[in-house]
């Protein structure tokens, strides 16, 4: 699986674009990059995933560079209830390995 | 549709006693993984099973074990309880066939050990 690098902390304001990066610079090529999250004391949430395209769902939307070596994940209008733990990876083999995250904190 | 479900929610156990744990998942969802979350060590997978089978299995003393029933429903258990086997405990469900990353989480069981 990949490894992958991530900010340790974030802030945005309430009601605009939340922007997280994430650094997958040894991700392969059959590899997806995956996001989850996860709100203090609730199971991990699932939130998009992609290969080589930009993808878009009704939680947010994926960038991923052409390269494939980084991703963006953007929640278009963030709400307290972002506020969590987003973490990113690469890999294709089903064992969720969750990094350090990065922990977004929305402000109103 | 129904999420997966955890039962319980919290448990209090001394040492040396053993637990079992319940999931049930999404309708339709035939893979269960279990993991482990801890402060110190994060999220740690336990094993996986599919149509009753263990199919991937992570780095975890015998005394952990689970199991799946025909309706897909399943159960973790933890023999000889120890200190350190504090965590979270979570669930996850996941309808592809193939081992996938796209699981959907239970609000997870917290058992403390005293």
């Known amino acids: 699986d990949a490894k992958t690098t991530q900010p340790p902390s974030m802030d945005c304001a309430e009601g605009r674009a939340a922007n997280l990066p994430c650094n997958h610079s040894t991700i392969s090529g059959n590899e997806y990059v995956y996001w989850y999250r996860q709100i203090h004391s609730q199971g991990p949430q699932y939130i998009i995933h992609?290969?080589?395209n930009n993808e878009t769902n009704e939680m947010a939307s994926l960038i991923i560079t052409e390269d494939r070596k980084s991703s963006t994940l953007i929640l278009p209008h963030a709400t307290l209830r972002d506020t969590a733990v987003y973490y990113c990876?690469?890999?294709?083999?089903?064992?969720?390995?969750f990094g350090k995250g990065t922990k977004l904190s929305v402000k109103p | 549709k129904a999420g997966v479900t955890q039962t319980p929610r919290y448990l209090i156990k001394t040492r040396g006693q053993q637990v079992t744990l319940s999931c049930s998942p999404i309708s339709g969802h035939r893979s269960v993984s279990w993991y482990q979350q801890t402060p110190g060590q994060g999220l740690q997978f336990l094993f996986e099973?599919?149509?009753?089978?263990?199919?991937n299995k992570g780095n975890f003393p015998g005394r952990f074990s689970g199991r799946q029933f025909s309706n897909s429903r399943s159960e973790m258990n933890v023999s000889t309880l120890e200190l350190g086997d504090s965590a979270l405990y979570l669930c996850?469900?996941?309808?592809?066939?193939?081992?996938?990353?796209?699981?959907?989480f239970g609000p997870g069981t917290r058992l403390t050990v005293t």
């Open positions: 990876f690469g890999g294709s083999q089903g064992n969720l390995i």
């Open positions: 996850a469900s996941s309808l592809a066939e193939q081992r996938s990353y796209e699981q959907y």
């Open positions: 099973y599919f149509s009753e089978t263990q199919r």
């Open positions: 992609g290969l080589k």
